[in-house]
């Protein structure tokens, strides 16, 4: 029986090989887009997994709450807590604290820029990172060692057997000798924690042993005993917390005048990508607390929700067009009805019909998958790979969809064809409900989706434009930045460099500033006249507001014609001063803790707010100091980038010498601010190109059902002398009333999804009404030259054919 349903099926799909290649590509489109997105999921939710510890392994989290309540809970501890709470705490059973550090190293004639780890010699206890060479009860032993990973290896020596070798590691005003020790395999793609090199952080404490309680700037990982229980051992920290941190506590209400509240917690390890205990993600952290910057499951959540609309209307396009082509098997039902055959079988057949185009679908889809894989990758910024023939999972989940996909598109025209009168359909008189509401109403969900993705991408692009060109308050373009050497005379060498560049009439100006494009606001709050400050720092010479261009409200810029600017003067934006509630800021003074040094300033100028960071966000209070910062600015004549960074690079290597040069472009770093916006606005344009793709196919399979359904009825008009445009006309208008109603429904949920999308910037563009006439308008135009094409076969079909098809 089932040898004589596969016959019948490919029979069928040859005879109908036009409609059966439309069907199958459409679906085998919807289950790509399936299997790219259980790629991406199952990728999210692998991260960390592969930590033999992974169960029993924790990051320590604090709350620091303010005397108002209000808490902030960082993933970030100090020095002390780990060692303090092992041996404290007998469910801790090891620990190990990372601190991440961007290390200029050299060794073998080569100098690069590399991302560390301080780490101690613990770290192997608990992470599961295998070594290709060394021995991990050794390899961080020593002070002066260093692990590496394979290709920083081969980038230096050029092979991976290089332990006993020798790097040179910048610190400070001299290069440090550093023994390698290990090298570390390739690290997962999977994994939060991702380093280069990795130093004992016993080098680093001999450096600066901090016993403050109350820093937060590195990660301390926890390990549990299998019996522990997470919430019960964590409430074991305050007492601890208490016994060596009274007096810190103390003397720090004492200085910030505020009670503030310190509460230690655990988090799980496997939720440090997707965050899901929701902590907060202070800006410009990740490098210090040695954890890669991860991603939320909204990601998920909503790849899935696309991909899930776009597979389901894959199906309803199967279905219409299975019905449609089921009208030219009417007799073939009629017969074997009349033969005995029981409405079971005749369910049977056509589901082992569908199964098969869901199979042919699913090897088209894989196809299909694998093409998309490279630009998946760059949208989602992955490494995924895909091998459904050795995925053991791969091939459970598409198995799994191919049942559902057999079911979806295959029981409803099972069921109603099964139903179909044998005699009516023997004497050709037997048609299919001809108002078809399932598929109509499914055909108008399909184009109210459309219609919402092309609003959604169109408002998307106006909103990105918008952050592009919007006025800044300065003009980013042809200014370079370099990091010069952190050094105990950074100031002299950025003088030094600074007069060498001036004989170049290719550089017009030279500042010196911190970088506040990811914005970082105090921990310690000042007081003004009552009022808490919070506030982003930003070290500055005496030209940097004038490279920018910046403003002045009131007061003046920096001047070297002061001597006391540098030690007591400070310059805030308009945004400090609404803060402070200042009528004039003039001569105000505030003391300032951001180097924990408790320094009074007096405010000797208020620059108008300027956009330094995102407009996602709004403008913080600033304050800036006269301060030496190892960032120099350098703006360039225009057109000529290339002379400059050639003469920049040049002055740099001989001053410098082995020192990497690292730079960048002020206009690619504020573009760089957008650059997951820009991957989501590719994302959804994609999505809203294959939704058009899909409707066109499902409105094609509906006109098809239409023109057979009024064959009879339009050779009558056409003997009658109807024309062809009115015949046109009148199988046309019957869909534009789909897409009329789908218009209706898409413009208010476009409209609430959009509006609640833009409340994420702080700096947005209007929703304007155009929006979804122009979305609506497309929608037309599409749905017209898909239902043009069917109507206009139907109006040309000779009368006398069409008045014998009873």
Known sequence: ????????????????????????????????????????????????????????????????????????????????????????????????????????????????????LFADTRFSNLFSFPLMHGNWSTALTNPNSIVITEQIARDYFGKTEVIGKILQVEDGDHLEPFVITGVAKTLPANSSIQFELLIPFQW???????????????????????????????????????????????????????????????????????????????????????????????????????????????????????????????????????AG?????????????????????????????????????????????????????????????????????????????????????????????????????????????????IAATLLYIRQMNFMVQKELGYNPSNIIRVKVPSRNNTAQLVDQFRQKLRPYPVFSQIALASDNSLPVLSNAPVRVDGREVRYVYTSVDYEFLPMLGLELRAGRNFSADFGSDAAHSAIVNESFVKAAGWADPIGKQFTENWRGDNQKLTVVGVVKDYHYGSLRYKIQPQVMTLKPDNLVWIKYGKGQRIQALTRLQDVFKKQFGDYAFQYSFLSDDNANLYQNDRRWQQIIQYVAG?????????????????????????????????????????????????????????????????????????????????????AGLLAVGIALLTVSFQSVKAALMNPVKSLRSE
């Not at 029993?56 to 808490?71: A, D, K, P, S």
């Not at 995924?384 to 191919?402: H, M, R, V, Y």
């Not at 209706?744 to 476009?750: G, M």
């Open 204 to 338: 680093l404490s001999s450096k600066f042993d901090d016993t403050n309680w109350l820093n937060q700037y590195l990660s301390t990982f926890l390990l549990l005993r299998p019996d522990a229980d997470p919430a019960r051992t964590a409430a074991k920290f305050g007492s601890v917390f208490q016994a060596n941190a009274r007096k810190q506590v103390q003397e720090a209400e004492k200085t910030n005048r505020q009670a503030t509240q310190y509460r230690f917690g655990l988090q799980p390890i496997t939720d440090l990508h997707l965050n899901i205990s929701g902590l907060e993600q202070e800006q410009g952290s990740s490098i210090e607390s040695g954890v890669v910057a991860g991603s939320t499951l909204t990601y998920s959540y909503v790849l899935l929700s696309i991909v899930g609309l776009i597979l389901l209307m894959a199906c309803v396009n199967f279905v219409n067009l299975s019905l449609a082509g089921a009208m030219k098997r009417a007799k073939e039902i009629g017969i074997r009805k009349v």
């Open 341 to 453: 055959s029981s409405q079971g079988q005749i369910v049977s057949q056509f589901m082992a019909e569908a199964a098969l185009l869901c199979l042919l679908a699913l090897v088209l889809a894989s196809v299909l998958a694998a093409a998309a894989l490279p630009v998946f990758n760059q949208l989602a910024d992955k490494q995924l790979t895909f091998s459904l023939l050795t995925d053991a999972n791969l091939i459970f989940d598409s198995i799994g969809l191919l049942l559902v996909c057999v079911v979806a598109t295959g029981l409803y025209p099972a069921v109603v064809l099964s139903v179909y009168n044998p005699t009516e359909a023997l004497y050709n008189r037997g048609k299919l409900n001809t108002r078809n509401w399932f598929g109509k109403g499914l055909t108008v969900t399909q184009f109210a989706l459309a219609i919402s993705l």
């Open 1 to 116: 029986m089932l040898t004589n349903y596969l016959k019948i099926a490919l029979r069928t799909l040859w005879r109908e090989r036009v409609y059966s290649a439309i069907n199958i590509i459409g679906l085998a489109v919807g289950i790509a887009c399936a299997l790219l997105a259980i790629l991406f999921v199952r990728n999210e939710l692998s991260y960390d997994q592969f930590h033999a510890n992974t169960p029993q392994l924790y990051r320590l989290t604090t709350t620091i709450v303010n005397e108002n309540g209000e808490q902030k809970r960082l993933g970030a501890s100090g020095q002390v807590q780990g060692p303090a709470f092992k041996s404290a705490i007998p469910e801790v059973t090891d620990y190990t604290r990372i601190l991440g550090v961007n290390f200029n190293v050299t060794g073998n004639e080569k100098s690069l820029a590399l991302q560390g």
């Open 690 to 774: 294959l939704s058009i793709l899909i409707c066109c196919i499902g409105l094609f399979g509906l006109a098809r059902i239409a023109a057979q359904q009024r064959t009879k009825e339009i050779g009558v008009r056409k003997v009658l002398g109807a024309s062809v445009g009115s015949i046109v006309t009148l199988l046309s208008k019957d869909f534009l009333k789909l897409v009329l109603v789908a218009i209706v429904i898409a413009t208010p949920l476009a409209y609430y999804a959009m509006h609640r999308w833009l409340q994420d910037f702080a700096y947005k563009i209007d929703i304007a009404w155009w929006v979804f006439a122009l």
